[in-house]
């Protein structure tokens, strides 16, 4: 965080900084907060703002950090001894039950400069189930001056006993006044942001995302794949392979996008990626006549289902390869 708009929160969640802010001033900080909502929304940024701010040694009347003192340094090198972050170690999926004690021992300790100590778990959904155990008494037995900010774009996968332990923050997606313009002041020239916007469903940091990744005309090459694998003018194996070249992971997550807009233009909801672009819409509404809607849930649940086996290094190409056979074979 160096530039001035790095230490602001979003606009899309002054409210919520405020509401903290108010809490805080009143000493009424909740000792666990959970930051939940769509992933690419910003929690994560949201979440270590808010740290600083609470460490801060001069922070102003609105909370804001003021990126000077020591307590902003120490944050700047990534080294503030007040402040843990956990997440998955590198080579795991999970956030074990080893690193939920060392925070316990770590709160057990004094703060080292102020009155404050901040742990970030990132992202909750991954504390695995001797984890989360362990994480419920630290919850249950809190420390004077501690703060455990949990994020999770997945909160139905966190233990209902770790939910209901914290106070929860939503955070859902911005509304399109102000994601766009975030989005354009962000983005080269050229760049169609209403379209980016839509393909991620709203999420501007998932829209930047993309547009980096040279996401959009993959995103509508996919398309083309599935309207083809439906025609019979192309095969799994061969899909699967482009496919895999460009990214499983990110391939499948497209996949998982397209199969929710189609759901969305079926339930007859708005929102859909073919809001801005004619041509997507009229794309999209001729596949969605041709499925039905509990297929297109079975596909949802095979493409999340193969989302998280890719994670695990299961191969990819069959693992491609079976969804786009489903996926064949899903017309009426
Ligand atoms: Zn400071």
Known sequence: MTDGEEGLPLPW?????????????????????????????????????????????????AGLPCGACRACTLQDAGNHPDLREVMPLEDKQHIGVDQVRAIAEYLALKPQYGEVQCVLITPAECLNENAANSLLKTLEEPTPGACLILVTARPALLAATIRSRCQKFAFPVPPVDQALPWLEARLRSGEDSRRLLNLAEGAPFAALALAESGGVSWRLEMLAHLEQLMERKADAPAVAEKWLKSGAKESLYGLYTWITALIRLRMGGGGSPGDADPEVARRLGSLARRMEVRTLFQRLDEAREALRLVERQINAQLLLEDVLIAWQQSVE
């Open 13 to 61: 969640q002054e409210d919520a900084w405020r509401r903290l802010q108010a809490a805080r001033r009143r000493d009424r900080l909740p000792h666990a907060l959970l930051f939940h909502g769509p992933a690419g929304t910003g929690k994560n940024r949201f979440a270590r703002l808010l740290a600083r701010s609470l460490l801060c040694e001069q922070a102003d009347e």
